[in-house]
């Protein structure tokens, strides 16, 4: 059975979106998930989000976030915001908002505008951060408030971390410069044992205190050119340790995105792009 599809990006960060109701459950979604975003045998992309429509149930749809490697993720921000877009582009939602509903909890999508008719820009509301050693989690005794300076053994060498959990678990190191090899620290990091269910690596450069420059492992992906969920553990961090203010623009490979973590109310906001690449069937 084919299976129709659109691929959307984030500022390079690149999702196939599908609607569950197309998908022979037959096949588990790992499985799917590993052929789909194969580079060289497949579509092509950093994971798959497989929609389906919620009745009743106080949410619009629900969407689950599937890495290339086939584990699945609790929340991905650009992933949400390229299945957000799906929807308006195939006409299946036209509110402004947009009730999401993901396994780390439920995401508010407002369509702000729609940029050469290809390109939808979105400010979404995707929950509090959590500091806590047990709630990111981070395996340590006894467990703590906060992780800000947490020393690790990283490949023969001594490295230090803060880490947060803002839908996923996020890992944030703070560098003066790029000028090492940090994708082998990233790849080293995600599996690390003090991270029982594996963690997103985030390494950091304060510019100032609006700005800051990042480089991204993701958990389940490897390296990326942008991550949602990455820019907003960022920025809350670089804020939470004063380095920067709670309105950060975060700038990644792929292009920038704005994070404001409110102070009324904790929420953390992102606002960013998702274009539409191709539609077409597996």
């Known amino acids: 059975m084919a299976i129709p599809f659109c691929k959307f990006h ?8 599908a609607e569950l ?3 022979a459950t037959a096949r588990p979604l790992g499985e799917l998930a590993r052929a789909m975003c194969e580079r060289n045998t497949g579509v092509g992309a950093d994971g ?3 929609l389906e429509k919620r009745d009743g149930s106080g949410t ?22 390229c299945a957000a877009a799906y929807l308006h582009y195939k006409k299946l ?11 780390s909890g439920i995401k508010n999508y407002d369509l702000i505008e729609v940029l050469d008719g290809d390109k939808y820009l979105f400010e979404a509301e995707i929950g509090k951060p959590r500091f ?3 709630a990111i989690p981070v395996a340590i005794d006894p467990p703590t408030d906060s992780i800000v300076n947490e020393p690790i053994e990283v490949d023969g060498g001594q490295n230090s971390f803060a880490a947060v959990n803002v839908g996923n678990p996020v890992v944030c190191i703070f ?4 000028d090492f090899d940090w994708r082998a620290v990233g790849r080293t990091m995600e599996t690390h044992p003090k991270f029982p269910e594996r963690t997103n690596v985030v390494f950091i450069k304060v510019t100032d205190a609006q700005n800051i420059d990042i480089r991204i492992w993701e958990r389940g992906a490897g390296e990326t050119s942008s991550s949602g969920t990455c820019s907003s553990g960022a920025a809350v961090m670089s804020a939470f340790l004063r380095r920067t203010g709670r309105r950060v623009s975060v700038h990644a490979e792929g292009g920038t995105t704005e994070i404001d973590w409110r102070r009324e109310d904790d929420e953390i906001v992102i606002k960013g792009i998702a274009q539409m690449v191709f539609c077409g069937e597996w």
């Open 175 to 178: 560098v003066d410069e790029f």
């Open 93 to 103: 939602w036209t509110d402004k908002r947009l009730r999401l509903e993901t396994v």
């Open 21 to 23: 109701q197309h998908i």
């Open 132 to 134: 806590a050693s047990d």
């Open 10 to 17: 984030g500022f390079g960060n690149d999702y196939i979106v």
């Open 48 to 50: 798959l989000a497989v």
């Open 60 to 81: 619009d749809y629900f969407c689950e976030i599937v890495n290339p490697d086939g584990t699945s993720a609790s929340f991905s921000g650009n992933g949400t915001r």
